[in-house]
């Protein structure tokens, strides 16, 4: 049987260590990130070329993405271009067929005084001798 201090049970009772606080470790990361400090570890400083080759290759992709998306606007305003040219060409090979049948050719020359021929043309045999 164990011994109970009626006088002071409070003294006898076991004391829980109290949980020690961790320092916080963000305290001023964002200053610490932008005045430099970060830099003056030698972590950061060992790790320095990844990062400045991860910010290269991000300024490389980003051009790359404007790259892209002018050159993608272009091909759309060729495209729109082209349609517009076809539609023209077809216009214009259909006034070129108009204009060249036989009877437009003859209403036009009909103003000048030339018509029409109503003798049908005749084939000229020569015999040689």
Same mark, same amino acid.
Do not use: W
């Given at each position: ?50 990062? =400045? ?5 991000? @300024? !490389?992709?980003?051009?790359?993405? +404007?790259? /892209?998306? $002018?050159?993608?606007?272009? =091909? ?5 271009? @082209? !349609?517009?040219?076809?539609?023209? +060409?077809? /216009?214009? $090979? ?36």
């Amino acid at each position: 049987m164990s011994k109970v201090n009626i006088k002071n049970p409070i003294e006898e009772a076991p004391k829980e260590p109290t949980p020690k606080k961790r320092p916080r470790r963000n305290k001023g990361l964002l200053s610490n990130t932008l005045f430099g400090g970060f830099m003056e570890k030698r972590e950061t400083a060992r790790l320095a070329p990844y990062f =400045i080759l991860f910010i290269l290759m991000s @300024l !490389i992709y980003i051009t790359n993405a +404007y790259v /892209s998306e $002018k050159n993608n606007r272009k =091909i759309q305003e060729t495209k729109q271009e @082209l !349609i517009k040219l076809r539609y023209e +060409y077809i /216009s214009s $090979k259909s006034q070129l067929m108009d204009s060249s049948r036989q009877s437009y050719i003859a209403r036009k020359l009909e103003a000048t005084g030339i018509k029409e021929s109503t003798v049908p043309p005749t084939i000229i045999i020569v015999d040689e001798e």
